[in-house]
């Protein structure tokens, strides 16, 4: 019951897909689906971002150059500036991390 609540009033801070997303296709190329699936299992089903917002998102970073696509197979590979992007969200992530830490420490006093 408290997984179902989860997955439909989960909100995520802007810009954590393209991080995921991102970070996962600093370690392997990946397809859309395959990057849906991952996000999914890594999540224990937590998070499961549909096509409409994975799909748009590759476009998306494919256009300002930070992955291209092998067209013979579908899968997505990150650029260098793909992953100097990376970096720069990963940094804005520990940030955000850090607030939402720290939020949490609070509420239980």
Do not use: C
Not at 48 to 71: C, F, M, N, R
């Amino acid at each position: 019951m408290y997984s179902i609540y989860v997955k439909r009033t989960l909100h995520l801070p802007k810009g954590l897909l393209e991080f995921y997303i991102l970070s996962l296709l600093s370690t392997y190329p990946a397809r859309g689906i395959e990057l849906i699936d991952t996000i999914r299992k890594n999540t224990n089903g937590m998070w499961s971002p549909s096509p409409g917002s994975i799909y748009p998102l590759l476009k998306k970073l494919k256009k300002d150059g930070l992955i291209y696509g092998v067209s013979s197979d579908g899968r997505f590979i990150i650029t260098q500036k793909g992953k100097e992007k990376l970096e720069e969200l990963k940094a804005e992530t520990v940030i955000i991390y850090r607030i939402i830490k720290s939020i949490i420490k609070d509420a239980k006093a």
